[in-house]
């Protein structure tokens, strides 16, 4: 009997390290975050790298931010394979105007292979990746970088600094579901008292099969539903089917997708944000606070593949482009019936 009981435990005892060994790995966390900075001005960017060992891979499987909507209007995480500087801390908006920055160097983000890996606005939550699924960084990763981007509203009190950041959580266990995340966006122009759909679209071309499982949206003021869709061109017309939908004023953070089968080589994402100009002025995308966005962010995984070379989505928006004009020749374009949702 008692050999009977030793023999249970021992079954027990090896039973239980192959639970260990198949779902437990060491999760570690670093803390990305701006170094004491000193918001000067209104409106400023500012960017701060970590360079990742590039003889070691690491699989990102969290996000805890660490700031407030009250100091920063938004924050991005960018995967470089170049950081934009070589600087501690830098100034990296305002792309489009060549302001000179009288206390930090300004460049962008990334000076090559620029990705988005994380986004946060409005006191969005932290986000975990679902179980097997890591941002790949470092040795076999085009990602040689993390470049945190904290976009603060207003110039900060004599004095006072900021350390605003996310706390990645990672580890080195090899994860068998690669994540990656494709940004869908516009340029363009919104006339004066006008509903303006600012729409993109883009033909998956790689030979790789996705599978959706968050998305986030992202306007300035003016957006009122932003959405993103996969469409499937038929003899029968075009087949579109909503991954996410979500009114830009609620909470920017990611939310699980409403389509979750794969995505493959043929078919078209596609998105469209719905913007109102209440104002006698026109508004143009840009980067700062006054300006709008249009951009929806479609978070997938990949198994045992590496995530799509294709990052970025965008049209030159309106007045120029929209999905009826496109070279896709759609038909069926859905109506903005998105509100419901
Ligand atoms: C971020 O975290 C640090 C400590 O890790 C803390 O001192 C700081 O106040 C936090 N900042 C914000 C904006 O939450
Ligand atoms: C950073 O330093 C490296 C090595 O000195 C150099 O090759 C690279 O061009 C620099 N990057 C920038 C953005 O200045
Ligand atoms: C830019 O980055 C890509 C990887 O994302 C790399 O293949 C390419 O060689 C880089 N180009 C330059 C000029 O460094």
Not at 84 to 109: F, I, R
Not at 225 to 246: A, C, E, F, M
Request: proline share 7%; net charge negative.
């Amino acid at each position: 009997m008692e050999s009977l009981n030793n023999l249970f435990k021992v079954l027990i005892f090896i039973i239980s390290l192959n639970i260990l060994v198949v779902f437990s790995y060491e999760v570690d966390t670093y803390d990305l975050l701006m170094p004491n900075v000193y918001p000067h001005r209104d409106e400023l960017y500012l960017c701060t790298p970590i360079r990742i060992s590039p003889t070691q891979n690491f699989y990102i499987v969290g996000f805890k931010p660490n700031a407030s909507m009250h100091t920063a209007h938004h924050m991005l995480l960018y995967g470089c394979s170049e950081p934009g500087s070589n600087d501690s801390v830098w100034s990296c908006g305002e792309m489009q105007s060549s302001k000179v920055d009288s206390m930090y160097a300004t460049s962008s983000p990334c000076r090559n292979g620029s990705q988005i890996v994380y986004a946060w606005a409005r006191d969005a939550p932290s986000l975990e990746m679902p179980p097997d699924v890591g941002f790949l960084i470092g040795r076999d990763s085009p990602i040689k970088y993390l470049v945190l981007q904290v976009h603060y509203m207003s110039k900060f009190p004599a004095g006072k600094t900021d350390n605003s950041g996310v706390f990645l959580k990672y580890t080195q266990a090899v994860m068998p579901r690669q994540a990656g995340v494709l940004l869908l966006g516009t340029s363009g122009v919104i006339a004066p008292h006008k509903v303006e759909h600012m729409e993109t679209a883009c033909t998956l071309r790689e030979d790789k099969v996705i599978h959706p499982f968050a998305f986030r949206t992202h306007t300035h003021s003016l957006g009122q539903q932003v959405s993103g869709y996969v469409v499937r061109k038929s003899l029968n017309g075009d087949d579109w089917t909503l991954i996410g939908t979500k009114d830009p004023q609620k909470p920017q953070m990611f939310y699980p997708v409403l389509y979750k089968d794969p995505i493959g080589k043929g078919d078209i994402l596609a998105a469209r944000c719905v913007m109102k100009n209440d104002h006698d002025y026109m508004v143009k995308i840009g980067s700062t606070n006054q300006d709008e966005m249009c951009n929806f962010y479609l978070m997938y995984w990949v198994e045992n593949d590496t995530p799509l070379d294709m990052k970025y989505c965008f049209s030159i928006g309106p007045p120029f482009y929209y999905w009826n004009t496109a070279p896709e020749d759609f038909n069926r374009i859905p109506d903005i019936d998105d509100n419901s949702v």
